[in-house]
T-cell receptor
Framework: GENVEQHPSTLSVQEGDSAVIKCTYS??????FPWYKQELGKRPQLIID?????GEKKDQRIAVTLNKTAKHFSLHITETQPEDSAVYFC???????????FGAGTRLFVKA | GAGVSQSPSNKVTEKGKDVELRCDPI?????LYWYRQSLGQGLEFLIY????????KSGLPSDRFSAERTGGSVSTLTIQRTQQEDSAVYLC???????????????FGPGTRLTVL
C-alpha cells in the first residue's frame, strides 16, 4: 500500500543553524506534498506545500524541494529559532483522491 | 471563522466501556478525516468521509471502531469495549470542497485525549 517514510525521527540543532528533514513516498500517483507543524499540545497546522509540477518552493525561512523521479521531498529550515521546536510531518496525496498519507514525524529541538 | 472543534477534550474511561468522540468540521467543508496519534507517534489514518459518498474505512484497526457522519457535517467516532491500547489522542480534520484553492489542506481540530484505565 501507500507509504511515506520520514527521517530523521529526532533532530537537534543549535539556534541559527539549518535543519533538513527528508521524506520518500511510494505512490507514483502522489502529486501534492504538504508539511505540517505540530507544537507541543497543539493541533497540526500546514506550514508549506508543494505540487509535483514544481521542484522547489520557498516561504521566508522554510523551503521544500521535490525530486519526483526519485520520489523524495525535503523540508529545509534556515536560521532556526527556538520557536521552530516542534514535530514536523510530511505527507503525500494524490489530488485526484482525498486520502493523505503522513510520515511518522520528526521531532525538532532548537537549542538556544 | 470557527475552526474544527472536537469534544470532549479529555475522556477517561474504564476498560470495556464504550466511548463516543465528536467532531464538528468547518462549515462547508465536504471532507472529514479521523486520525489516531499515540504518545510521541505519527498520525494513523482511521477513516474519511467525502460528501455523501461511502466512507473509506480502510484505517479502522478493528470492528470495535466505527464512525458516522450525519447530514454531511458532524461526525462521531465510536469505540466499543475499549482496551488500554486505545489510549491516544484522536484528531479530526476537515478539508474544503472541490474547486476551492485550499481543497488539499487539512484543518485539524484540537483532538480528544482518550485514556483507558
Amino acid at each position: 500500500g501507500e507509504n511515506v517514510e520520514q527521517h530523521p525521527s529526532t533532530l537537534s540543532v543549535q539556534e541559527g543553524d539549518s535543519a533538513v528533514i527528508k521524506c520518500t513516498y511510494s505512490d507514483s500517483a502522489s502529486n501534492y506534498f504538504p508539511w505540517y507543524k505540530q507544537e507541543l499540545g497543539k493541533r497540526p497546522q500546514l506550514i508549506i506545500d508543494i505540487r509535483s509540477n514544481v521542484g522547489e518552493k520557498k516561504d521566508q525561512r522554510i523551503a521544500v524541494t521535490l525530486n519526483k523521479t526519485a520520489k523524495h521531498f525535503s523540508l529545509h529550515i534556515t536560521e532556526t529559532q527556538p520557536e521552530d521546536s516542534a514535530v514536523y510531518f510530511c505527507a503525500a496525496k494524490d489530488t485526484g483522491g482525498f486520502k493523505t498519507i503522513f510520515g511518522a514525524g520528526t521531532r525538532l529541538f532548537v537549542k538556544a | 471563522g470557527a475552526g474544527v472543534s472536537q469534544s470532549p477534550s479529555n475522556k477517561v474511561t474504564e476498560k470495556g466501556k464504550d466511548v463516543e468522540l465528536r467532531c464538528d468540521p468547518i462549515s462547508g467543508h465536504t471532507a472529514l478525516y479521523w486520525y489516531r496519534q499515540s504518545l510521541g507517534q505519527g498520525l494513523e489514518f482511521l477513516i474519511y468521509f467525502q460528501g455523501n459518498s461511502a466512507p473509506d474505512k480502510s484505517g479502522l484497526p478493528s470492528d470495535r471502531f466505527s464512525a458516522e457522519r450525519t447530514g454531511g457535517s458532524v461526525s462521531t467516532l465510536t469505540i466499543q469495549r475499549t482496551q488500554q491500547e486505545d489510549s491516544a489522542v484522536y484528531l479530526c480534520a476537515s478539508s474544503p470542497r472541490w474547486g476551492t484553492s485550499r481543497v488539499n489542506e487539512q484543518f485539524f481540530g484540537p483532538g480528544t485525549r482518550l485514556t483507558v484505565l
